[in-house]
């Protein structure tokens, strides 16, 4: 959204005509002021009427936020498991009759006559229940990656931009690009402080990995404690779950999507059981013939955990960063930035407060959805070159519009 093709210099009017980027600045300036009143405080002008599908983890975690926030009313909340929407409606104070499990707990709980959805499965099962959502006119928040296979992909960009029409909002929680550093350095990027952009590299090392138990008699069992990431239906595979975030800074940069990549993966994790590869490497090709380089491991390291990207230019070089420094080295405008702050925590809240004013306000903006679209193909585009040792085309994944299958019988509806 802050890059054109000739050059990879920007112009008010390339800014204008990129993809959602006419609202690109529009929506860091939001976020900013996000972060100004997440430390003063939100204004509440009323409840909405909230729900939440996906009470595990990172579902309970991130609604204990919301609630923290003071502008949503949580009143349903589902799961596959009736345990965790029970321990999450005990702490959300909602009621009995409105804590739903099953594979159909999403349905009940779009029924209660609530106005937006929090949606944290696992994303195999995010087209489905973003269609069902924006069918019913709510108000879409919801976890990345938007899905695991081309033709959800799709499906998310088709439901997005029918709740454009619906006049709904719509937004997709990545946190890097709402870090005030990080938000320094794109500006100063999209404004030629590094020149020409000659590479990108991008990073995703997930440190001590994810358990991987013993497969069951259904995959019951890999529906909790993130289980579900070493399994590529489910979760995509660590590139598409994880490496994500770092994927999506470069595409923040970049404004486009990659045409082509190559590369290869293995499973170097002990004993696995799911079918993820958790170390792989993948060189991107954009329309140019820019060069992206990314690197991919999960499990036991030398190296701490990482999300980066990486960006070298004709005069200078920044980098953007999870939990490392942001900064631009270098050129004319040079910015010492600084380190990037409990971002986990603090993004969701800054889109948690975005969230809020868009519904209140009636802003229907769908910026995250456009780049969320392009990064999970890219994503999903890294996997399939890995995985098959080889080049890949952008066009050539789409054409073949390969979904993956879950085996879900067995399961409770």
């Known amino acids: 959204m802050i890059n054109k093709a000739e050059s990879h210099r920007i112009t008010r009017r390339d800014l204008l005509q990129t993809t959602a980027g006419g609202v690109a600045l529009a929506i860091t300036s939001r976020l900013l002021a996000a972060e100004a009143e997440t430390a003063s405080g939100p204004k509440i002008d009323r409840k909405i009427k909230a729900g939440l599908v996906g009470c595990g983890g990172r579902g309970s975690w991130i609604a204990g936020l919301f609630k923290e926030h003071g502008g949503y009313d949580f009143v349903a909340v589902g799961d596959y498991s009736q345990q965790a929407a029970d321990q999450c409606g005990d702490a959300l104070g909602v009621g009995q009759g409105r804590r739903f499990s099953g594979l159909s707990a999403y349905k009940k709980v779009m029924d209660t006559g609530i106005e937006a959805i929090v949606l944290e499965t696992p994303p195999f099962f995010f087209p489905e229940h973003v269609e069902a959502a924006v069918k019913a006119g709510l108000h879409v928040y919801m976890a990345k990656p938007v899905a695991v296979d081309v033709p959800g992909t799709l499906k998310i960009g088709q439901v997005g931009r029918q709740s454009i029409r619906n006049k ?246």
């Open 168 to 413: 709904r909002c719509f937004l997709v929680d990545y946190q890097m690009p709402t870090d005030p550093l990080n938000v320094e350095v794109a500006k100063r990027i999209s404004e030629g402080g590094i020149g020409q952009i000659k590479m990108v590299n991008t990073v995703g090392m997930a440190g001590g990995g994810f358990s991987d138990p013993p497969l069951t008699a259904t995959i019951e069992s890999r529906l909790r404690d993130l289980i579900w990431v070493n399994d590529i239906a489910l979760g995509g595979d660590y590139v598409v779950n994880y490496d994500i975030h770092a994927i999506d800074a470069a595409l923040w940069i970049l404004g486009r999507r990659p045409v082509a990549a190559m590369g290869a993966a293995a499973v170097c994790r002990p004993d696995p059981h799911g079918d993820a590869r958790d170390s792989c490497m993948v060189v991107f090709e954009m329309s140019d013939g820019l060069v992206w380089g990314h690197d991919s491991a999960a499990g036991t390291n030398h190296r701490a955990r990482s999300l980066q990207c990486v960006i070298q230019g004709s005069q200078a070089s920044a980098e953007i960063n999870y939990w490392g420094k942001a900064f631009l080295r270098g050129g004319p405008m040079h910015y010492g930035g600084g380190d990037v702050e409990n971002l986990y925590e603090a993004g969701a809240k800054r889109n948690i407060a975005t969230f809020y004013q868009n519904v209140i306000e009636g802003r229907f903006e769908h910026p995250s959805v456009n780049r969320s679209v392009d990064c999970t193909l890219s994503c999903i585009l890294a996997r399939e070159a890995a995985a098959r040792h080889g080049r890949l085309t952008m066009d050539d994944l789409i054409k073949e519009d390969k979904k993956l299958e879950v085996n879900l019988n067995g399961l409770k509806a």
